[in-house]
C-alpha cells in the first residue's frame, strides 16, 4: 500500500471556529431488527422471524469509495453501518468540531415502499420512536425529523401530530423522489400537519431516487445527476400552489446541491411570465417563493476554478439567507466546517451559513 | 399601437410593442383573465382582459398596462380610446 507522507489539497483552508449548526447529519439503525421492540403486531413478528423483513428498498449501485458510503473513520470494524453508533458520532463530529446543534436526518423511508402501507405507517412510527429514545434522549444537540409514509398522507399527518410536538422534532423528512410530486393535493396533509407543527418539511435523496434517465450505468453519473429529483420537488412545490395554500411552510432541500438554484429561478420565472394562465392559483413570481420559503444546504459543496463564481450565486440567487452549512456526516463526501467555504467568501458570511442561518429559519 | 374591441362594445389601446423581444401585440390574443379562487380551480374573469404576445404568451393587464406576473416591473403604455360616431379615436 502507497503510504501517504503529505497531505495537500488545492482547496483553500481557513480555519474556523464559529459556532456550527449542522443540518445533515445521519443516525442508521444497526438493523431493521433494532424497530422490533417499537412495533405492534401483526407488523412486529414479521421483522422478528428469523428470515423475515429485510429492510425497505437497497441501493442498487455497488459503491466504489474506499469504505462505501462511509467516510473511511466512520465505518465500523464489525461491519454495522456507519452512523449506527451515537458514541462515535459524539466523538467523530459532535465535539470535534463543536456543533452546538445537529439535526438527524433519517436515511430510512418507509415511503419509498410501493406495497403494505400500513405496514409502511407502521414502520415510520416505529422509527420515530426508537430515534426519540436511542438518540435524541442521548444529547442536548441533536434534533430530529419526522419520518412519514407518505403513500397515506391522512397516517403520515397523523404520525406527524403524534411526535411532531416534541419540541426536539425540527422537520418531517420526504425522500427526493423521482417517481412521484409531493406537491399534488393528495399529500397536502402532510404539509398541512408540518406547518401544523412548526416543523419545516426537508426533501433528501433516498435509496431509490433517480435521475432523468432512470438509474444510469455508473454511481458517479447518478451521483452527480440526482438534483434533478430536487429540482423536480422544488418546481412541483410552486407550481401546484403549496406555497399559496401554505404561506407558513418552509422547505429546506438537503444534500442537493445547490449551484443549480439560479437557473432554476430564472427558468421558472421565464416560464411563469409565459404560462401563468395554466396555473393561476400561483399568485408570485416563483422565485420569491423560493427565496422566501425554501433554503438549501451547504453540502455537496462545489468548487468552480474561479471560487468568485461561487460567491456570486448569492448575488443571482438575491440572497444570503438561503444556504445553511452541513457536513453529511457520516457519508464519504463529509465537508468539514474548517475548510469547507472558498476564500472567496467573508467571514460574516461563512459565519451566517455555519448557523445563524439554519438558526432563524429552524427557529433554533 | 394595438387597439382593441370589448365583448361590451368597448375599446382599448395599448402601446403595439411587446417590452420583451418588440413582437407585435396586435398579432396576440384578447382573453378575460385567468384567475382562480384555490389550487386546481381556473376561472375567467369578468372584469379583466389581458392582451397575449403571439411569441411567448406575455399577458397585460389591458386597463392598467401591467403584467399579471410582475406589476412593478413589465407594463406596457395604455391609452385611452373611444367609439365616437363611427370612428375609434384614440387620446395619446
Not at chain 2, 382573453?31 to 381556473?42: A, I, N, Q, R, T
Not at chain 2, 393587464?61 to 412593478?72: A, H, I, N, Q, W
Request: charged share 25%; proline share 6%; aromatic share 12%.
Amino acid at each position: 500500500m502507497v503510504k501517504i507522507v503529505n497531505q495537500e489539497t488545492s482547496i483553500p483552508h481557513l480555519a474556523e471556529r464559529a459556532p456550527v449548526v449542522d443540518v445533515d447529519v445521519h443516525e442508521e439503525l444497526r438493523s431493521v431488527k433494532e424497530l422490533v421492540p417499537y412495533l405492534g403486531e401483526p407488523w412486529r413478528s414479521r421483522v422478528e422471524i428469523a428470515d423475515g423483513w429485510k429492510g425497505v428498498d437497497r441501493f442498487p449501485y455497488s459503491y466504489p469509495q474506499i469504505s462505501g458510503v462511509a467516510m473511511a473513520e466512520a465505518a465500523t470494524a464489525d461491519g454495522a453501518p456507519a452512523g449506527s453508533s451515537y458514541e462515535l458520532m459524539r466523538e467523530q463530529l459532535l465535539d470535534a468540531y463543536g456543533v452546538e446543534l445537529a439535526v438527524l436526518v433519517s436515511a430510512f423511508h418507509p415511503t419509498d415502499m410501493r406495497v403494505q402501507p400500513e405496514f409502511a405507517t407502521a414502520l415510520a412510527s416505529a422509527y420515530n420512536d426508537w430515534l426519540l429514545e436511542n438518540w435524541l434522549d442521548k444529547d442536548e444537540r441533536l434534533r430530529g425529523s419526522v419520518t412519514v409514509a407518505a403513500q397515506d398522507p391522512w397516517e403520515a399527518a397523523r404520525e406527524i401530530d403524534r411526535v411532531g410536538g416534541d419540541p426536539r422534532m425540527v422537520q418531517v423528512v420526504l425522500p427526493a423522489s423521482s417517481r412521484e410530486v409531493f406537491a399534488r393535493s393528495f399529500y397536502h396533509p402532510i404539509f398541512e400537519a408540518a406547518v401544523r407543527n412548526g416543523l419545516v418539511v426537508a426533501f433528501h435523496q433516498s435509496n431509490v431516487t433517480e435521475t432523468a434517465v432512470g438509474l444510469p450505468d455508473y454511481y458517479i453519473e447518478w451521483h452527480t445527476a440526482i438534483s434533478q429529483a430536487w429540482q423536480s420537488q422544488l418546481i412541483g412545490l410552486v407550481c401546484h400552489g403549496v406555497f399559496d395554500k401554505y404561506p407558513e411552510l418552509r422547505v429546506t432541500m438537503i444534500e442537493s446541491s445547490w449551484t443549480w438554484v439560479p437557473s432554476t429561478m430564472w427558468r421558472l420565472d421565464h416560464n411563469y411570465r409565459s404560462l401563468r394562465r395554466e396555473v393561476p392559483w400561483v399568485k408570485r413570481m416563483p422565485s420569491s417563493y423560493i427565496r422566501e420559503q425554501v433554503r438549501f444546504t451547504t453540502q455537496p459543496m462545489e468548487y468552480p476554478e474561479d471560487a468568485e463564481h461561487l460567491y456570486r450565486m448569492f448575488e443571482m440567487i438575491g440572497s444570503d439567507e438561503f444556504l445553511l452549512f452541513s457536513t453529511d456526516y457520516p457519508h464519504w463526501d463529509f465537508d468539514s466546517p474548517q475548510h469547507v467555504f472558498p476564500s472567496t467568501f467573508p467571514k460574516d458570511l461563512r459565519r451566517q451559513i455555519l448557523s445563524d442561518n439554519a438558526r432563524n429559519f429552524y427557529d433554533f | 399601437m394595438a387597439v382593441a374591441c370589448l365583448d361590451d362594445g368597448s375599446y382599448k389601446a395599448v402601446a403595439n410593442t411587446c417590452p420583451h423581444e418588440m413582437a407585435s401585440l396586435a398579432n396576440g390574443r384578447v382573453e378575460k383573465m385567468w384567475v382562480s379562487d384555490g389550487v386546481g380551480h381556473l376561472r375567467a374573469a369578468e372584469e379583466k382582459c389581458v392582451i397575449i404576445c403571439p411569441w411567448h404568451n406575455f399577458e397585460f393587464d389591458l386597463e392598467t398596462g401591467r403584467s399579471p406576473c410582475e406589476p412593478d416591473r413589465l407594463r406596457i403604455a395604455t391609452y385611452r380610446a373611444e367609439l365616437e360616431e363611427d370612428e375609434v379615436v384614440v387620446y395619446v
